[in-house]
């Protein structure tokens, strides 16, 4: 291997090196990130939320009891107290039957986006991960190319000394050396961004990564798009909140057409009255009234018929909103299904990419000696290696995220998923 290569080899590997020592893993990062991570905390709030909205609901359909005091006193200094107890029980109420309903599919519909927004975070976590890593391997390479330029700056700047070569030589190396400087400090903002974009998440300094393996293998797919997308219809939690959205829309009519129904209940009332103002005969008793009340609505101002219209035309919007739902899911599992078909194509053409530029620079360096090559062919070989050097890790990156962001659509990214890419990275 000639000498400059060892040398971005070395450069790079210095770059790679720091990710093995005490390096957080993916699930890892995940166990930190759904601890702390503030959106997945809020859908876990909103869940609880809605969940207490739908027991909120089913205490009109429960007993009420009310206990009421009060104490009169007359110009004569007469004086009387009276308590009053009252207990009711609901017998029928079709509009609170149905709103009840209505309170636990929207409490179903909750649990279904929290478990939509953990998948989420999943993706999100991997997203921010191997960010994290393609930017750090961008910069390793950005270094290794600045430095290879200013070997050649170097080398060039020798050649013009000994007469072997034009002033212009040196002037294109020290120009192509501060365009490669360029590019490094943007890398090294690249990386300090990607690691609050990772903090973000987790609520902490982004930790060393451990990498994935070099030599990652195209990962197989089972099933084609179409069985994927038929396991998304039937299992991605955001589809199931929304269809839960259209059934707790289609309750809320009924129960605003039930507003014209009579209602049923039973009563339960005991008095007690205390004091120098209480008649002799009431004077230590206390009466206990049974009654069955039923309760006919007659007219209330066009109320009813406005919250049914109203009711009707929420049931609209949400059967629209779970069609538009259905219609991004579908496109997204066929993306992501093609990505990770492709990606055992992309993965080999990358390998085969970085492995052609090390023969061509090698070559071209041996020509520049030889007189066949010019300086200008030296540069641009050397920024085709670096270019195919990093195109190889964003392909391998791309490659799992895809994976990830497929099982996501369909509905299955669980902990296993997360594991089965965690199994991809050195040191596992």
Known sequence: MPLWLRGCVLLFSLG???????????????????????????????????DA????????????????????????????????????????????????????????????????????????????????????????????????????VSEADTRFTAGLSAQVEADQSRAYRELARTGTLAAEAAVADAGEALSQLTGATAPTLQPLRKALAAQPLPDDAEAWAHRAEAANPALRALQLDVQASEQRISAARAGHLPTLSLGVDTIRQRGDGVPPLDAGRTPTQVALRLTVPLFAGGAVAAAADRAGFQRDAAREQLEAGRRAVLREVRYEHLAVSQGAAQLQSAEIAVAAAERALGATRTGLTLGTRSTTDLLLAIQTLAGAQNAQTQARHRHVLALLALHQAAGSLGDAELAAVNALLENN
């Open 53 to 152: 909205s739908a027991r909120e609901a089913r205490a009109a359909l429960l007993p009420q009891w009310q206990l009421q005091s009060s104490e009169l006193r007359e110009n004569g200094g007469n004086r009387w107290n009276t308590t009053t107890s009252s207990l009711s029980q609901t017998l029928v109420d079709l509009a609170a039957l149905r709103e009840w309903d209505a309170g636990r599919s929207q409490a179903s519909a909750q649990a279904a986006r929290l478990a939509a927004a953990e998948q989420g975070a999943r993706q999100r976590v991997a997203e921010a991960y191997f960010g994290l890593l393609s930017a750090q391997a961008q910069l390793a390479t950005a270094r290794a190319n600045e430095e290879a330029f200013a070997r050649q």
């Open 16 to 50: 790679v090196a720091p990710l093995a020592a005490r390096a957080d893993d993916l699930l890892q990062v995940w166990a930190q990130a759904r601890a702390a991570d503030p959106l997945l905390r809020q859908a876990a709030a909103l869940s609880g939320a809605q």
